[in-house]
């Protein structure tokens, strides 16, 4: 069962990552062009909440890949805490890279920082969030 627990998680990671390097390399993603049409365009700067969104969903399939591993605690908030965010914000850089050799798009300083920080967000929330839905989900276990 834990096999198959993880290539769930890993084919999250490994999808997701796919469909950002898929909308990266993209000349024209969906919700640019002339006329606009993206679901942000209401917000200054929507791109970089789409950004951070993103990277968001990214760091936080990277944070349930690493959840079953266990190591001695200050490895375990490394693994657990840092290294999503440094991988998406890794990745990200990466995906700005591509971006500047594809025409009609350009690399930008802050998709990389709404990279991080959509990261840092995530990940802070999930710190958060997990134990208590552990402590949940064990406590309606007990009563079954």
Avoid at 50 to 66: K, Q, R, S, V
């Amino acid at each position: 069962m834990r096999l198959v627990r993880f290539t769930i998680r890993l084919a999250l990671v490994a999808g997701w990552a796919w469909f950002i390097y898929w909308v990266s390399s993209d000349p024209t993603p969906p919700g640019t062009g002339p006329d606009g049409g993206g679901a942000l365009d209401f917000l200054p700067r929507g791109d970089l909440f789409a950004h951070a969104g993103t990277y968001a969903i990214f760091a936080w399939f990277l944070m349930l890949l690493a959840l079953p591993v266990r190591f001695c605690k200050p490895i375990n908030v490394a693994l657990h805490l840092l290294m999503p965010i440094v991988i998406a914000g890794v990745y990200g850089i990466a995906m700005e890279m591509i971006q500047d050799g594809i025409p009609e798009r350009s690399a930008e300083i802050l998709d990389v920082v709404a990279d991080i920080v959509g990261a840092i967000i995530a990940i802070a929330l999930m710190a958060r969030v997990w134990p208590k839905i552990k402590r949940l989900g064990h406590a309606a276990a007990a009563q079954l």
